[in-house]
């Protein structure tokens, strides 16, 4: 791992692996050991950058919850690719990920050269339901700081959009478990009040400017997800959306084999893409 400093901030970075460069983050309460399961395969292909985000892992969990934003996290990383002569990369986002992969193409179209989007969010439209999460990810934050991080993982992975994780083999479990406890409880919490859904401006309206090969993704378990996820894949001119049955939120993580398929299937289609399209695949 490499620490690399970013307009006055910490990232914790991995590179690894020869080929074009794709870039890998993750979600919320999660880091770069999100994609280790899927990083043999990738690596082979790619010239792999994996990135803990701010308040994350082992990168700097700055007091600002503004410093935390989607567009200064998506600036930083256009930077970082920029002093690795990475730039542009393919970028694949997970949830938190994802949204910040939206940002960048959005805002450093030049920096991106595809988006393969896990569970994201465009945010949320309504101003009132928007300020309604907002309270929710205050509330959230709070109850870190006061109770603790064991506490507040054990509360995160109760709620029913992690219901699938639950399924998965007790190994895996435990290794997810981990890698949320390493987690700074602070800077999960800026992260919360900067990064969250609350905070974050609304995409849908900006969704149509983006101009990269994207795929999107969703678990057929995962309601909202999947609703959001054909909002997203509407929008964005070519996109080609894929829904898996039997999963849930954490794709990447439920069925790493199928999601890393994916990712290959797309990169390797980055030349010449099929046609846009609405895909319903079992995790087999």
Request: net charge negative; charged share 20%; aromatic share 2%.
């Amino acid at each position: 791992m490499t620490r690399m400093v970013v307009d006055g901030v910490r990232y914790e970075v991995r590179t690894s692996g020869h080929g074009p460069a794709l870039l890998l983050l993750h979600g919320f309460t999660g880091s770069t050991a999100d994609w280790a399961p899927s990083l043999p395969a990738l690596e082979v292909v790619a010239t792999c950058v994996l990135v803990d985000l701010l308040g994350h892992g082992g990168s700097e969990a700055p007091t600002d919850p503004t410093r935390h934003s989607l567009e200064h996290q998506a600036t930083d990383l256009t930077h970082l690719l920029a002093d690795l002569r990475l730039a542009p990369a393919a970028v694949v986002g997970y949830s938190l990920g994802a949204r910040v992969a939206l940002r960048m193409a959005l805002d450093r179209p030049d920096s991106v050269r595809s988006l393969v989007l896990l569970s994201p969010s465009p945010g949320i439209a309504d101003p009132h339901a928007r300020a309604a999460r907002r309270e929710q990810d205050e509330t959230l934050a709070r109850q870190l700081e006061r109770a603790g991080l064991a506490a507040f993982v054990d509360a995160w992975e109760a709620q029913p959009l992690f219901a699938t994780e639950s399924e998965l083999p007790a190994t895996a479990r435990v290794n997810i478990r981990e890698m949320r406890l390493r987690n700074d409880p602070a800077g999960l919490a800026a992260s919360l009040r900067g990064a969250g859904q609350g905070s974050m401006a609304p995409l849908h309206e900006d969704l149509p400017r983006i101009g990269v090969p994207s795929l999107v993704v969703a678990g057929e378990r995962d309601a909202v997800g999947v609703e959001r996820a054909r909002k997203i894949a509407g929008a964005i001119p070519g996109a080609r959306l894929v829904v898996l049955d039997g999963l849930g939120h954490a794709v990447q993580r439920e069925a790493p084999a199928v999601v890393e398929r994916l990712i290959l299937e797309h990169l390797g289609s980055i030349h010449s893409p099929a046609s846009a399209g609405v895909l319903t695949r079992s995790r087999s």
